[in-house]
């Protein structure tokens, strides 16, 4: 009986390990699916809107247009690249404001030969400076998009587009498939094209209204986690009240490779100067400088001062990645004093409201033609600003971490926060108590001392 209920006394232990296993494996396989969505901005994204403005003999011709709804993430050099599936054997037979970067096998054309034959193009945005025959508007940036707050009028990119061998009715055309969207790297994930009510448009009098001849959106969502195998921005902390500075995790973005020498470079190396043009500067892949954090970019938090009704905070963002200068360069805070902010110095701002009534959000970027370019690693590699807050007296404390950011991101990556016990920490007022209790008594034994000796 006891060997019985030995067996199923482990029986039933198997079975919990188990369930608790299954039950694990079912939960990070969840994360997976909600990987895209960012909690400060739920409800970014790009859309691609493809517009048909007229038929043509064997197809139509489009504009399409990609929209950055995201509030702080924008699509930096070398810009964008759109790719898609044909749903038939549509070709392309020209474009304006854009180009594919292969043209395909057109052998089975004779004399007019297409722009492009590839079942799945893929597509890139002229460059600055096209002549002027090739372009429309909203095109040509060289595939750079900035966010939605920081400069709407330069949040959207667009291209012309004629389609042959497709349909020449709304009832016969198809959505082509398989949009793909890289920023310039991995990262987005689009979803499938869906017909919606034609696009308007209104004439520059504002007189007359008119409409696309067909729609259909396409909307692709940012992952953190598709776009790069490390964190690209880590934290550090420092505080008039203790000399602790807390600096970035060590491997926040990885760690040195010591196999290889040429993974990072030091800063005082001679051969340094030889080695960091090779690269080439705006690089998609970082060179960084060899740190204990290896991160291309670092933002530093400091509480300086401490007024009666105020306090004030340093932010300093330094550059470590010898291949990129960082141009609209933006940063999202989130502290609990931000909806008492009363004065920032030298950087722009704008609250982000997430959470609706709560205002503990705040996007930062530079000022045009002074701090906007954060120029890669060296003597000039960093940008910097003080922020002044009013203090509530309500909230206000600077115990237990408080005035420290609870997050951050950089060009809408989430940065790598130190572990909230590392924090610097107001000093212990009962330990300055008793110190000071210790030093009066000392001071009155030696006092007394000196009397009965005197005496």
Request: aromatic share 12%; with cysteine.
């Amino acid at each position: 009986m006891a060997n019985l209920f030995l067996f199923i006394t482990r029986s039933f232990v198997k079975l919990s390990s188990f369930s608790i296993l299954l039950l694990l494996l079912l939960s990070s396989s969840s994360f997976t699916a909600t990987e895209a969505y960012d909690p400060l901005d739920p409800n970014g994204n790009i859309t691609i809107k493809w517009d048909i403005m007229s038929w043509t003999p064997d197809g139509y011709l489009a504009v399409v247009t990609l929209y950055n709804f995201q509030q702080y993430r924008h699509i930096q050099a070398p810009g964008w690249t759109l790719g898609w599936k044909w749903a038939k054997k549509e070709v392309i037979w020209s474009m304006m404001g854009a180009q594919t970067t292969e043209q395909g096998d057109c052998s089975r054309f004779k004399g007019n030969i297409p722009h492009c034959c590839k079942k799945d193009p893929t597509v890139v945005d002229l460059l600055p400076g096209t002549p002027y025959n090739q372009q429309i508007a909203n095109c040509c940036k060289g595939g750079v998009l900035n966010s939605w707050v920081q400069d709407p009028a330069t949040a959207a990119s667009s291209f012309q587009v004629s389609v042959g061998q497709a349909g020449t009715t709304n009832k016969t055309v198809r959505v082509p498939r398989n949009f793909t969207l890289k920023a310039p790297g991995p990262g987005y994930t689009c979803g499938p094209a869906k017909i919606v009510k034609p696009s308007r448009f209104v004439t520059s009098d504002k007189r007359r209204v008119t409409q696309a001849l067909m729609t259909w959106n396409v909307t692709c969502t940012y992952s953190q986690f598709l776009a790069q195998k490390a964190p690209s921005c880590c934290v550090s902390l420092s505080s008039f009240y203790n000399d602790t500075i807390v600096p970035c995790p060590q491997c926040a973005c990885g760690c040195q490779n010591t196999s290889q020498p040429g993974s990072c470079i030091d800063p005082k190396a001679p051969h340094l100067a030889s080695v960091v043009p090779s690269t080439g500067k705006n690089s998609y892949t970082p060179l960084v400088q060899c740190t204990s954090h290896m991160c291309p970019v670092r933002i530093h938090w400091h509480v300086k001062l401490n007024y009666k009704e105020y306090w004030r905070v340093k932010i300093t963002i330094t550059n470590f990645n010898y291949n990129m200068n960082y141009t609209q360069w933006n940063l999202v805070v989130q502290h609990p004093n931000f909806d008492n902010l009363t004065q920032i110095f030298s950087f722009n701002y704008k609250s982000l409201t997430p959470y609706t009534a709560i205002n503990d959000t705040a996007m930062l970027w530079g000022v045009k033609f002074y701090n906007d370019l954060l120029s890669q690693a060296g003597p000039l590699g960093n940008v910097q600003s003080e922020l002044l807050f009013r203090k509530d007296k309500a909230t206000f404390t600077f115990e237990k971490g408080w005035a420290f950011p609870r997050r951050i991101y950089f060009n809408g990556d989430n940065c790598v926060m130190p572990p909230p016990d590392a924090y610097p920490w107001l000093p212990n007022a009962s330990s300055q108590q008793l110190i000071s209790i210790l030093s009066l008594s000392m001071v009155l034994l030696a006092a007394i001392a000196f009397l009965f000796g005197y005496a």
